[in-house]
């Protein structure tokens, strides 16, 4: 039986600075995952965040990559280093992706 893990990948709709996120960057973020594992999800309703940072409060308007696959190390790993590439493309000091286990049925 194979063992499936889902991760969670938020991704912010402006940059620090105000500017707006170019659309196709999130159709691109969106492409690389589903291209690798062969299918993603994307949330397009707005996800309002608050954070806060040295002392001040930010909002995100985010929107959401959702992707299952089998849970293996090698994919684990191509999700972190996804996570690095578009952290720093987006100009951003965090973001967030969580994982857990799923059953498919």
């Not at 196709?24 to 690389?32: F, G, K, P, S, Y």
């Not at 930010?58 to 690095?84: E, G, Q």
């Amino acid at each position: 039986m194979t063992k499936w893990r889902r991760f969670e990948i938020l991704l912010t709709l402006q940059f620090n600075d105000g500017r707006a996120v170019p659309q196709e960057w999130l159709v691109d973020a969106l492409d690389e995952v589903a291209d690798h594992f062969g299918a993603a999800s994307f949330e397009t309703q707005t996800i309002e965040g608050r954070w806060r940072h040295g002392g001040m409060i930010y909002r995100d308007n985010l929107v959401r990559i959702t992707v299952d696959f089998p849970d293996t190390a090698k994919n684990r790993t191509w999700m972190k280093k996804f996570k690095a590439r578009w952290k720093a493309r987006l100009e951003q000091l965090e973001l967030w992706m969580v994982s857990y286990r799923i059953e498919v049925e």
